[in-house]
């Protein structure tokens, strides 16, 4: 069977979770700590799921690369380096902070300027809004609804990977769940003229869906 090769970044404002994110699907543990991106951090793992496009499903083996980008404005030009060439780029907003939610738009539109719109450049994006135990716990108040949340994925085409929290959610549901936004990507953009020049049967040495955790990181959940 043969391999489709996706990269995959997340980005959005420091502070959304992005780490927490990548650190979680990583390893499977929550820290408490806030913790911040310096740079960009990356992790490649291996997933076999059933995928869909063009109403054929088949099983389909993925090697995802992930990178975890800082959200700080003083690292954006680092993070737009690596806009061009993903295939799935996952947005996070915090659903307990307005601001973060408003500065979608201009991630969107950042996107738009690091890409073409040739073939090599398609990609889909993913919405994803987090912190929910924050609200579900009675700790913070609602900035932004879910509604508002659908209605802009529907206005710049993204997909809505509804409202979640990245904390209480244990890792085997991270993991489904990560599991589906691949096929939800995969369905949108398939396999890429230069991605199908790279494919490559799968190794066999053993495959491990928990890379390590990530590197040099401070202040920032």
């Not at 990548?22 to 499977?28: E, N, P």
């Not at 992930?66 to 659903?95: C, H």
């Amino acid at each position: 069977m043969a391999q489709v090769n996706y990269k995959f970044i997340l980005i959005g404002n420091s502070g959304v979770g992005k780490t927490s994110f990548f650190r979680k699907l990583s390893t499977g543990e929550f820290y408490e700590k806030n913790i911040s991106t310096i740079g960009i951090e990356k992790k490649s793992f291996d997933l076999k799921i059933e995928a869909e496009k063009d109403g054929k499903t088949e099983e389909k083996k993925f090697n995802i690369s992930l990178f975890d980008t800082a959200g700080q404005e003083k690292f954006r030009a680092i993070t737009f380096n690596y806009f061009k060439g993903a295939d799935g780029i996952f947005l996070l907003y915090d659903i307990t902070d307005r601001q973060t939610f408003d500065n979608v738009e201009m991630w969107v539109d950042s996107i738009k300027q690091a890409i073409d719109s040739n073939e090599e450049s398609k990609n889909a994006i993913v919405l994803i809004g987090n912190k929910l135990d924050l609200i579900e716990d009675g700790l913070k108040e609602r900035q932004v609804t879910e509604d508002e949340a659908r209605n802009i994925s529907e206005k710049y085409n993204m997909i809505w990977g509804e409202e979640q929290s990245i904390k209480s959610i244990d890792f085997d549901k991270l993991t489904k769940l990560f599991e589906k936004y691949v096929g939800d990507i995969y369905k949108r953009i398939g396999i890429k003229k230069s991605n199908r020049q790279k494919i490559q049967p799968i190794s066999k040495k053993r495959s491990n869906n928990r890379p390590g955790a990530c590197g040099r990181c401070i202040n920032d959940n």
